[in-house]
């Protein structure tokens, strides 16, 4: 069955760095657009970042030179490398697979930026 498994959160101070991974399986991972999505407490889900099966990137303002998108066809993988993480960056992070309006959803994986 398609699973999307993250891994990779945990507690980091401010200033630290995380590297987020989405493993997929069940479906043919190469033609999907692949999105990393946060969510924290009391806030509506946004799009952190999205790399499109040609390689295209997006990142929202707020992560822009902090954070890296990248994904590996072979491994079936998509990671985010988070850098100079920020308080306001805690929350939980969800992993996506968009193609043709089919839409697959990860569990999430905490990520809590504190001192």
């Known amino acids: 069955q398609v699973q999307l498994v993250e891994s990779g959160g945990g507690l980091v101070q401010p200033g630290g760095s995380l590297r987020l991974s989405c493993a997929a399986s069940?479906?043919?991972?190469?033609?999907?657009?692949m999105s990393w999505y946060r969510q924290a407490p009391g806030k509506e889900r946004e799009l952190v970042a999205a790399?499109?099966?040609?390689?295209?990137?997006y990142y929202a303002d707020s992560v822009k030179g902090r954070f890296t998108t990248s994904r590996d066809n072979v491994k079936n993988t998509v990671y985010l490398q988070m850098n100079s993480l920020k308080p306001e960056d805690t929350a939980v992070y969800y992993c996506?697979?968009?193609?043709?309006?089919?839409?697959?959803w990860g569990q999430g994986t905490q990520v809590t930026v504190s001192s």
């Open positions: 790399i499109t099966s040609g390689g295209m990137i």
């Open positions: 069940g479906f043919t991972f190469s033609p999907y657009a």
């Open positions: 996506n697979a968009l193609q043709s309006g089919v839409n697959y």
